[in-house]
């Protein structure tokens, strides 16, 4: 596997935490409240995100990527550590809300805080594999997700043709299928359109990660430690764990491995506060999960990054 130094692991992640915070004092201090952060969430997620997903996948060399083994890792893993959750909600003690807020926290990954570590860590490579990651996995992962919350979730259930129909639309999904499909056909990014795309690319991460600052919420995640312990000891330390194993089984190595652990290492994603809002989660418990995560990745992911490779 791609060996990574503990120094060059701290100087990537400091900043990315350092604007995170920036995030978090922007709101609590109400020089940007609640009126600016909810619109530039959906600039975020539908126009700013999916420009650098094209960029990247676009104009990556994707011939040094072990494609099958991060096809196989990557779902397998995260399907695994779903079937554990589920197993574990008797544990749990929670109803099919919190429940739903619990599984999410679990299987979800914050590609905000992935781009920017695989960027920073390995540079274009690490771009060209985070997304393919994203390709592989955002689909199950919403799947898994909207599954849940039509089981336990409190809305009416979405139908089979409602489901295929919000991943169908997914804008990281399509945005990362017409990446590659530039990158496959040999078209690559085409004058004006791919200039406008890399100056949109360039404002994603910086304000994706103010973002995820601005949601976070300590009040109530203090009000529920247990679920809120679960949710993180298997995302943080369970879901890393299994899937060095896998790499390792499946001879997965190198940025391959390095991208598909570091994706499966980091804290659930700001989207899944949306979607407990939307399919009948238990929302203000689903804030508190991604506020403990976020804070505790600050040592998870260097330490897993530092002993995994």
Known sequence: MTEVAPLQVVLVILPVFLLIFVGYVTRVSGFLDRGFWDPAERLIFFVLFPALLIVATAEADLG???????????????????LVTR?????????G????SVFQGVVRQNTYIG??????LFGAAGLAAAGLALA?????????????????????????????????????????????????TGVGLPPVAGDLLRLLSKAALPLGLLAVGAG?????????????????????????????????????VGVSAAVAVLFNSTPSAPNAYILARLLG???RLMAG??????????VTLPLVLVLAF
């Open 216 to 252: 976070l919420e300590f009040a109530i995640a203090r009000a529920s430690l247990r679920p809120v312990a679960l949710a993180a000891g298997l995302r943080l330390v369970a879901l890393p764990a299994l899937t060095v194993l896998a790499c390792k089984l499946v001879g997965v």
């Open 97 to 100: 809300p919190g429940f739903t």
């Open 136 to 184: 592989i996995v955002i689909p199950v992962i919403n799947l898994l997700s909207i599954l849940a919350l039509a089981r336990y979730g409190s809305a009416a259930q979405p139908t089979l043709r409602g489901t295929l129909g919000l991943l169908l639309r997914n804008p990281l999904i399509l945005a990362c299928a017409f990446g590659i499909a530039l990158n496959a």
């Open 115 to 120: 781009l920017a570590l695989a960027g920073g």
């Open 289 to 298: 999960i991604l506020t403990v995560e976020t804070a505790l990745a600050m």
């Open 281 to 283: 989660g238990d929302a």
């Open 87 to 95: 197993l574990l909600r008797p544990v749990i003690g929670l109803d």
């Open 64 to 82: 040094g990527l072990d494609i099958p083994g991060m096809a196989a890792t990557l779902p397998a893993c995260i399907v695994a550590i779903a």
